[in-house]
């Protein structure tokens, strides 16, 4: 038991707010996980901004991608076109979305403990209302 539990403990760090908001997403509209993901991330790197933009410049310029953070983010969403992603939750399936019981557990999800960026609700609703 101790085992799946350190097991749990390990896969959830560094998710951050990716999962946190595909969580919810994921069960009550029945979306795709990992598509999820890929649907909010640019929104949530753009929110964690302030904390890993320098980090996500050093990744950039590791990967030979100009522009810092900026060619990051366009690069990520060139590569989410490229595999055609869906560039919103709405154009996944997520239609009419009850965002107060979408958010309700968003701050509590364990994955936000780690993300680089404190999420309160009304962060969480500003983040689901972006990625619509």
């Known amino acids: 038991?101790?085992?799946a539990v350190m097991g749990d403990v390990a896969f959830q760090a560094g998710l951050g707010a990716i999962h946190a908001l595909s969580h919810p997403i994921s069960a009550m509209h029945h979306t795709h996980h990992g598509?999820?993901?890929?649907?909010?991330?640019?929104?949530?790197?753009?929110?964690?901004?302030?904390?890993?933009e320098l980090a996500i410049a050093g990744?950039?310029?590791?990967?030979?991608i100009d522009?810092?953070?900026?060619?990051?983010?366009?690069?990520?969403?060139?590569?989410?076109?490229?595999?055609?992603?869906p560039s919103?939750?709405?154009e996944l399936g997520v239609?009419?979305?009850?965002?107060?019981?979408?958010?309700?557990g968003i701050p509590r999800?364990?994955?936000?403990?780690i993300n680089p960026v404190e999420i309160t609700t009304q962060d969480?609703?500003?983040?689901?209302?972006?990625?619509?």
């Open 1 to 3: 038991m101790a085992t």
């Open 35 to 52: 598509t999820t993901n890929a649907v909010v991330i640019t929104q949530v790197l753009n929110f964690n901004r302030p904390a890993i």
């Open 59 to 64: 990744a950039a310029g590791y990967l030979a």
């Open 67 to 85: 522009g810092g953070f900026d060619g990051f983010v366009a690069w990520l969403e060139q590569l989410e076109e490229a595999l055609s992603i």
């Open 88 to 90: 919103s939750l709405s």
């Open 95 to 104: 239609k009419d979305p009850d965002i107060d019981r979408l958010i309700e």
């Open 109 to 113: 999800d364990p994955c936000t403990a």
């Open 124 to 132: 969480a609703a500003r983040l689901l209302q972006s990625c619509l």
